[in-house]
């Protein structure tokens, strides 16, 4: 009995063991939420359910507020668009009694750590919410039973490993067309830069050698004046010889022919002195501009200074072709509000350097008025209100608004940005039946109502420069906000537009008629 002794304690000692085990494990696997009472069961539809298990953690503004009671597969979810989809699970969560839930909440599946463990975080709502279309609802709070239709998974392991294998080849494509790219089209490009560069050069080399050519022919031209004085001074000694022969005829004669051939050699003399200084001259002048002196002779040796000027003037060439090029569209526009029973005025000018583009600027008599808002914070030491209080004030007057934008238009849509009725604004017109229909957009505004204001017109040409008008203004908002005009209104008007021709026809009919009545 004394050998049986040990052995019976290490059998109790191991049945109390694995006792303790089973025990323990137990307690483990009723998660966060052991010993809690339970509150409400909700459920979700997720097309991933991989890392959720049983007993999960479910959290809520980070803090362990249920855990995941069940998972099922292949269950028939109520929801059409989740019918088109057969792979999904449905995923039941239960929550504590002190967790309020709304319709509009959110579940998201999070990733805990890269080993692909997962849990669940609720967004539990908000009582009130405006939907997509701006119509506002109450949150309803959700039971046992209710559904989570809000549903964000996040991207596994190895959904983000497929997608790195998927943009790999293709970033090795791009690099391969920059190599591409960089030995052959940017090679050429260097090449012909090269090439114009040797051509320039070449011509310049051509204007030096027309003007050595030019120095030549002006070193011809003196040489030859060495025979032109030997020939004068032929004919002095004919002078000379024919005076001789007048000697006999009298010493009165004698005397007159002397001084008149005196006079004439010492012009002669005057002359040969500047024909000297102007070949002087002559010679200086190619030398220096052989050697690059001075303007003319730095012009023709200076390559740099050559292609600044041709530079010069081709800028100053496109910049006088661009101002000559602008065209004025001048516009007038009225338009009758119906709803506000009330008159807006437009006075729009168009600058347009091309034809698919332009500048616009209006000038805008609007009834709404420009509206400006004000915040102003009061400090008060009085303890029955509050220490500050924000003031807003909303000041409308009557000064005008106006409008510049950009705008740019490719094929039969015209896009525009800019500053639209003293607010930052876009727009986009359409442009049919050969530009004499136009459909125009406008959205602008976008701190005045709920929604920013959103203006649509159509304008039909049914006259040579006159239209015919109609649209819908501040289509999003059906009323206006207290302290402002607005609010969704209907209306129509006329529009005459002219351009630069129309614009020398007026003043030249204008002129003649004034002229006409002056006299």
């Not at 239709?149 to 997608?163: F, I, N, P, Y």
């Not at 204007?207 to 004085?229: F, K, Q, Y």
């Not at 006088?320 to 119906?338: A, I, Y």
């Not at 490719?410 to 896009?415: D, G, H, K, L, N």
């Amino acid at each position: 009995m004394k050998t049986l002794g040990p052995a019976i304690k290490v059998g109790i000692t191991f049945a109390l063991v694995v006792a303790l085990g089973y025990w323990s494990f137990m307690m483990l696997a009723k998660g966060s939420c052991a010993g809690k009472q339970e509150g409400i069961q909700l459920h979700a539809y997720f097309r991933d359910a991989t890392g959720l298990v049983e007993k999960s953690r479910v959290q809520i503004a980070g803090l362990n507020k249920g855990h995941i009671v069940s998972r099922e597969l292949n269950v028939q979810p109520p929801r059409p668009e989740l019918i088109r989809d057969k792979r999904f699970a449905k995923i039941t969560v239960g929550l504590e009694p002190d967790v309020t839930i709304y319709s509009n909440a959110r579940v998201i599946k999070t990733s805990a750590s890269l080993l692909g463990e997962f849990y669940l975080e609720i967004d539990p709502g908000t009582y009130e919410w405006t939907d997509d279309q701006g119509r506002r609802h109450r949150g309803e709070v959700l039971k046992t039973g209710d559904e989570i239709k809000l549903v964000s998974e996040g991207v596994t392991v190895d959904q983000l490993a497929r997608q790195v294998s998927t943009v790999v080849p293709v970033l090795k494509n791009i690099a391969e067309d920059i190599r591409k790219f960089t030995k052959g089209p940017l090679h050429s490009i260097a090449k012909n830069i090269n090439d114009g560069i040797g051509e320039n050069r070449g011509n310049v080399r051509r204007v030096l050698e027309n003007m050595e050519a030019i120095s030549a022919d002006v070193r011809r031209i003196t040489r030859g004046a060495d025979r032109n004085v030997e020939g004068i001074l032929t004919d002095i000694k004919h002078i000379t010889a024919a005076v001789r022969e007048l000697v006999g005829k009298g010493d009165k004669e004698v005397k007159e022919t002397a001084g008149k051939l005196k006079t004439g050699l010492d012009k002669l003399a005057s002359a040969i002195d500047k024909l000297d200084s102007a070949l002087g001259n002559v010679d200086g002048i190619t030398r220096d501009l052989q050697e690059g002196k001075g303007t003319v002779g730095r012009l023709l040796k200076d390559e740099s200074l050559v292609d600044d000027v041709e530079q010069t003037v081709r800028d100053a060439s496109g910049f006088v072709r661009s101002l000559t090029g602008l065209q004025t569209v001048v516009g007038l526009r009225t338009e009758f509000n119906f709803e506000a029973n009330s008159i807006k005025t437009y006075v729009s000018v168009e600058i347009r350097p091309r034809p698919d583009k332009y500048y616009l600027i209006e000038l805008i008599d609007d009834p709404r008025g420009a509206r400006t808002i004000t915040s102003r914070l009061i400090r008060s030491d009085d303890p029955s209100k509050p220490a500050i209080q924000r003031e807003e004030i909303v000041e409308v007057t009557d000064a005008f608004r106006f409008t510049f934008q950009f705008a740019k238009r490719i094929s039969f849509a015209t896009f525009r940005f800019g500053i639209k009725e003293s607010t930052g604004g876009v727009g986009v017109d359409f442009h049919i039946f050969q530009d004499r229909l136009r459909l125009e957009s406008d959205l602008f505004d976008f701190s005045a109502n709920v929604w920013p204001r959103l203006k649509m017109m159509v304008a039909w040409e049914f006259f040579k420069r006159l239209y015919v008008v109609g649209g819908v203004d501040d289509v999003f908002n059906d009323r206006a906000l207290d302290g402002s005009g607005g609010g969704r209104d209907y209306f129509a008007g006329l529009q005459v537009r002219f351009n630069d021709e129309d614009l020398k026809a007026l003043l030249l009919f204008g002129g003649s008629a004034m002229s006409g009545a002056t006299k």
